[in-house]
């Protein structure tokens, strides 16, 4: 039996506006992925394809020029999701209405938004749901930390504000609870201390220990590891794996580091240039010897420094090397492939439509997608012809 999603996210995009450039921004552009209960996903892609802004718009939390969010994010959290997935809702829900985006030739050269609207809309869409339902920990915990409350404070009061404990106690036993849950050294000392006091390595033990707290339904991982040297990114992860196994938490974990997402996803997306190349089971997207790939995620994994130490196509020197040619312009998506400039696995048979036409995102086994004219020859919807 398919277990039900816990998030489904549908064509959602995430427009910015650069003054300096005069041009939007199509930061995300069209994704599509869905996290099943229990299940950790991956998303990995080079720096700027879209991963954090992915994220940070399932929250609601993206603000400024213009900051336009279109699509669907179907959460079911809590005894809705509990009972059987009846608890679904759009977070995006009337959003749509408060903005226009105009199109012309495939370019964006106008949006209206009434940011008020959009704002209230976003802050009623999330109430209960960022923090409680749906949890987050970053890259640089200790700048996420506040400064000015104990690591206790701040775990005892997401307890006390996200779940039925009221009692400021029996709060601080389970506070303590959760640091050692999470191996925190000294549980109760490190409870009374700021985090001005703890190590990198502790701050993230902390932000983990205050997610899980509240006991949400999704847990949001962006870059956990990114920034800890080398030892206690390792040992981060081990306890990521371990909470994985006895909690079960439904997690999406964000990362550029591969070897991160082997050892803890159940399936991968990978993104590219602000939309999903490919989705599908970890073990099958992640082996380098496993087809069908896409092209792009095969040069990813080429890159990484053990292909290289074998004689990856893309090692040079021993060094981390990086996929050859320039990372799509976002701000100017061309009309075909948004991979074409940088593939080396075009066949005459498909170069045309490469060129003209972006293709879907295509099943090519139960749970396995890719967007590639490789394995699929339907061009994206509304994809425009060149
Ligand atoms: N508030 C913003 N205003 C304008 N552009 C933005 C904003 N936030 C993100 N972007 C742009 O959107 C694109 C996607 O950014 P995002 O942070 O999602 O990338 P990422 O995949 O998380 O990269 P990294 O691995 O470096 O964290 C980038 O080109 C980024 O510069
Ligand atoms: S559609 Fe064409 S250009 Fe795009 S990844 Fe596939 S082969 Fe390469
Ligand atoms: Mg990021």
């Known amino acids: 039996m398919t277990r039900s999603p816990v998030l489904e996210i ?43 802004v992915t994220a940070l718009s399932a929250l609601g939390l993206i603000g400024g020029s213009p900051g336009v969010i279109t699509g669907a994010v179907e959460f079911a959290g809590g005894d809705g999701a509990r009972a059987g997935g009846n608890g679904r809702r759009n977070l995006l829900q009337d959003l749509a209405r408060h903005v226009t985006v105009t199109e012309r030739d495939g370019r964006i050269v106008a949006v209206a938004k009434d940011e008020p609207g959009w704002q209230a809309q976003v802050e009623r869409s999330m109430r209960g749901v960022r923090g409680k339902e749906i949890a987050m920990i970053f890259q640089n915990p200790k700048s996420s930390l506040n400064p000015f409350l104990t690591v206790g404070q701040q775990i005892s009061e997401a307890i006390r504000l996200h779940t039925p404990v009221k009692d400021s106690r029996e709060a601080k036993e389970r506070a303590i609870a959760w640091l050692e849950r999470v191996h925190m050294d ?20 902390a932000m983990i220990a205050m997610a899980l707290a509240s006991e949400p339904s999704l847990l949001i991982a962006d870059e ?7 030892t206690i990114q390792s040992r981060i992860v081990a306890l990521l794996a371990e909470l994985k196994s006895g909690l079960g938490v439904t997690t999406l974990l964000i990362t550029h580091d591969i070897r991160v997402v082997s050892r803890l996803a159940d399936t991968v997306a990978v993104m590219y240039g602000g ?28 890159s990484l420094p053990s292909a290289q130490k074998n004689g990856g196509p893309h090692a040079i020197d021993g060094r981390l ?6 990372v799509v312009d976002t701000m100017d998506v061309p009309r075909g492939c948004r991979f074409y400039a940088r593939c080396d696995r075009v066949t ?22 890719i967007r590639c004219y490789l394995y699929g020859d339907e061009p994206r919807d509304g994809a425009r012809a060149g």
């Open 10 to 52: 549908s064509d959602l995009r995430t427009y910015f506006y650069s003054r300096a450039k005069q041009a939007f921004i199509r930061s995300v552009d069209g994704v599509s992925l869905s996290i099943a209960r229990g299940e950790t996903l991956g998303v990995v892609g080079e720096s700027g394809s879209g991963k954090s």
């Open 186 to 205: 000294s549980p109760r000392l490190r409870f009374d201390q700021y985090p001005d006091g703890l190590s990198g390595g502790m701050c993230q033990r």
């Open 224 to 230: 956990p590891t990114t920034g800890l040297d080398a």
């Open 275 to 302: 939309t999903v190349m490919e989705h599908g089971p970890a073990r099958d997207v992640l082996a380098p010897s496993v087809e069908p790939k896409h092209p792009y995620t095969s040069a990813l994994l080429a």
């Open 321 to 326: 090397s990086v996929i050859r040619g320039e």
């Open 348 to 369: 005459d048979t498909i170069r045309a439509r490469c060129m003209s036409q972006e293709p879907a995102l295509a099943a090519v086994t139960a749970g396995h997608q």
